[in-house]
């Protein structure tokens, strides 16, 4: 089976601290509505990834808007 390349995308990591503190969500609370890993999200949160990839985004935006924080990226 081939590996398929995806897209990568340099994530808003202010923009995903703020959702994630106005629905009051910490880290964990995060990784488990999203389904992302939790030391991903603070390495973005904190600067360390400089891209992600898409399907990542995708997550961090379908627990956004659950949560009734509607995102655009």
């Given at each position: 089976?081939?590996?398929?390349?995806?897209?990568?995308?340099?994530?808003?990591?202010?923009?995903?601290?703020?959702?994630?503190?106005k629905?009051?969500?910490?880290?964990?609370?995060?990784?488990?509505?999203?389904?992302?890993?939790?030391?991903?999200?603070?390495a973005?949160?904190?600067?360390?990834?400089?891209?992600?990839?898409?399907?990542?985004?995708?997550?961090?935006?379908?627990?956004?808007?659950?949560?009734?924080?509607?995102?655009?990226?």
């Amino acid at each position: 089976m081939a590996a398929t390349a995806q897209s990568t995308y340099k994530p808003d990591a202010k923009k995903i601290l703020a959702h994630r503190k106005k629905l009051g969500w910490s880290r964990r609370a995060f990784a488990l509505e999203s389904g992302a890993d939790e030391k991903t999200i603070r390495a973005i949160e904190e600067g360390g990834r400089d891209a992600c990839q898409a399907d990542t985004l995708q997550k961090f935006a379908a627990a956004f808007e659950k949560g009734g924080v509607p995102c655009t990226w």
